[in-house]
């Protein structure tokens, strides 16, 4: 497992641990935020990843301590380790309020389930070693209760799956139109509309984002980077958009 500082002022950092490994399992980016004494970790993945990850995260917090889990949605590759880390950690878990009842099917302590906070539909302030985070509304991209969460400090927008691609190794995108055959057909499949994709770009534009950083696969650094991201997204047809497709019955 690879990690690398992403950004680092004062007592603050932004870390990515990867793993680029050979396997069946889809490749996934934890990330991780240290403010002060606190740290959150983002969508750690699944229980493969689990034991490197602990201790990579043991290391990194130093004499900081792990406050939250955020999971950006309730997929396995997402979070199905949280449960494992909640216990070794002590830290409480943020995730759709849609979903703070299934993902205790992944396996959690009964003990855990207290520690399990619903995120409302309209998003919430979270606190870190005195820094505000933005935990941002993404529902429908790709699930029906998903959230991404914006740092202040680094003015990182962590994307979750949009932005995401898969089958090249690349941290950080270089070539934007090189880059698109990576996660045009992820986005194209898995997002639920252009009019979703339209109402998150548009509140991603309120804000200064410095950088673009998905659960999979390269981040896209830069303001000419973030813009160009954004754009695609306002004319990429998605999910519902191909409704007429698929829905006729198989012939036997
Ligand atoms: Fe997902």
Redesign the pocket.
């Given at each position: 497992m690879a990690k690398r500082v992403l950004f680092q002022q004062g007592e603050h950092r932004n870390v990515m641990l990867e793993d680029f490994g050979p396997g069946t399992m889809v490749q996934v980016n934890q990330h991780l935020i240290v403010h002060g004494n606190e740290g959150v970790i983002l969508d750690p993945g699944g229980h493969k990843t689990y034991t490197h990850l602990l201790g990579e995260v043991r290391n990194l917090l130093g004499a900081a301590s792990l406050k939250y889990i955020f999971l950006?949605?309730q997929?396995p590759?997402?979070g199905s380790s949280a449960g494992a880390l909640m216990s070794g950690t002590g830290a409480t878990t943020y995730i759709s309020k849609l979903w703070t009842r299934f993902i205790p099917h992944f396996g959690y302590d009964a003990d855990l389930i207290s520690r399990i906070k619903g995120i409302p539909d309209e998003g919430m302030v979270l606190p870190l070693g005195g820094l505000e985070l933005l935990v941002l509304p993404a529902h429908f991209l790709?699930?029906p209760g998903n959230f991404h969460l914006y740092d202040p400090v680094s003015r990182f927008l962590y994307s979750?799956?949009v932005g995401a691609s898969f089958g090249e190794e690349t941290l950080e995108v270089q070539d934007f139109d090189a880059h698109l055959k990576f996660m045009e057909g992820m986005h194209r499949r898995?997002m639920a509309s252009n009019r979703a994709l339209r109402a998150w770009t548009a509140m991603a534009r309120t804000l200064d984002i410095e950088a673009i950083v998905p659960?999979h696969g390269g981040l896209f650094r830069g303001k000419a980077l973030v813009g160009r991201f954004l754009d695609w997204c306002d004319s990429l047809a998605c999910g519902v958009d191909f409704i007429d497709g698929p829905y006729r019955a198989p012939k036997p």
């Open positions: 950006s949605h997929d590759d997402i790709h699930s979750g799956d898995y659960q």
